[in-house]
């Protein structure tokens, strides 16, 4: 019996013991500092928020490419519209507070999805990766000619979450020092709970993974529900699902309108976070590195995308001493993981069982063709 299958038999409530155990592992993180994972040349709570950003991302392009089967090559648009929407209504041309202007963000990059959604989704393949790859690439160069946007000077002074407590924070958390074969708590460096300065990068990893938890949630829901059964209908057999009654152009619709609703809420905590954006924070290559996570993980499973995106993340950080040479080996890594697993690291279930079920055919007709000239 392997790992996942009996980790399914546990009973329910260790099951959720084991999850509730290691979510408080996921938060303690930035303050365990364990070693052989810290990232010494960078800060360790920034680098986990990114983290964070990219499994949001991926999670919301994991809908689009893995559910419905749908390739979005610029995803990065609708990161840059939430980015650019909550960055316009807290500093360039409003002074509203973040709190209020994430949930504007999410609803323009909704419509934004829509919008683009309506027109280009009757086209499949090919002809609609082309098209998304425009959109990402027009919403760059709209923002670097329109001085209403910021221009290439972008916008600064975007406002950040409200802290709890004030500066001071509501209390400080020591970080443990791992010494030599001791671990002590280090009073002189602390994090303050939820003060979200320039400083500390740790409280932003919180409200992040607290947003990521929450999507998954919601994710579980809808893939379990009648649309996404629908998804996968669609992404199965297009004509066949219409044929059974699917609307399939209207879930297609919702699962693309999904997807940027997630980026765009991504993007605008991306934005809070960085205080600063331009159009170059918003670059081709980010598209391709979010689609890189979900296949690297495995397209359609959402747990496979978390994983993909935290490597994709995690590890040209925790590698910078090979920095001439981590674009090479990321490069090596994807065209190995191409060649001996296609299907990702961590394939949804289907998958599985459909290469299982066509090794075991193929089995099959090899007996059946070694069996023939022996009654001739």
């Known amino acids: 019996m392997n790992p996942m299958t009996r980790l399914k038999a546990l009973p329910k409530p260790l099951k959720i013991v084991l999850w509730v155990l290691l979510a408080l592992f ?10 052989f994972i810290t990232t010494d040349r960078a800060d360790f709570g920034g680098v986990l928020f990114v983290v964070t950003m990219y499994a949001l991302v991926a999670l919301g392009l994991n809908i689009v490419v893995g559910y419905a089967g749908l390739l979005d090559l610029g995803y990065v648009g609708f990161y840059a519209i939430g980015a650019y929407t909550a960055a316009i209504l807290t500093s360039f ?10 949930p504007c963000a999410v609803v323009a990059t909704t419509l934004a999805g829509i919008l683009l959604g309506a027109p280009t989704l009757r086209v499949r393949g090919d002809y609609l990766a082309i098209v ?39 209390f400080e958390i020591p970080h443990l020092y791992w010494g030599d074969g001791t671990v002590l708590l280090d009073t002189d460096d602390t994090t303050k ?23 998954i949630f919601a994710d579980r829901l809808i893939k379990n529900s009648r649309v996404g059964r629908a998804w996968e209908a669609t992404r199965e057999d297009e004509d066949a699902a219409e044929l059974m009654g699917v609307p399939t152009f209207k879930f297609k ?35 391709i590195m979010f689609l890189a996570a979900v296949v690297v993980g495995g397209q359609g499973n959402r747990w496979g995308v978390v994983v993909g ?3 994709v993340a995690y590890l040209p950080q925790r ?10 080996a990321f490069g090596v890594a994807l065209v190995m993981l191409a060649n001996f697993r296609p299907e990702g690291l961590l394939p949804p279930k289907r998958t599985v069982r459909a290469k299982q079920l066509e090794h075991e055919l193929e089995e099959l007709e090899e007996g059946t063709e070694g069996e023939e000239p022996a009654r001739v």
Do not use: K, M
Request: proline share 6%.
């Open 26 to 35: 996921a938060y303690a993180l930035p303050l365990l500092e364990l070693p």
């Open 253 to 287: 619709l919702l699962a693309f309108a999904t997807g940027a609703f997630i980026g765009g809420l991504a993007g605008s905590l991306y934005a809070s976070r960085q205080n600063f954006i331009n159009p170059d924070s918003f670059l081709l290559l980010f598209s």
């Open 309 to 311: 995106a935290a490597l």
């Open 193 to 215: 709970f939820l003060e979200f300065g320039p400083v500390d990068q740790i409280p932003y990893y919180w409200l992040g993974l607290t947003v990521c938890i929450l999507v």
């Open 93 to 102: 041309h409003a002074s509203w507070p973040l709190l209020l202007a994430i």
């Open 132 to 170: 998304t790859l425009g959109f990402g690439e027009i919403i760059r160069l709209v923002a670097v000619n329109l001085e209403w946007l910021g221009d290439r000077r972008g916008i600064s002074q975007i406002a950040r979450p409200p802290s709890l407590g004030g500066e001071e924070g509501l």
């Open 319 to 328: 590698f910078r001493d090979f920095e001439d040479f981590r674009v090479l």
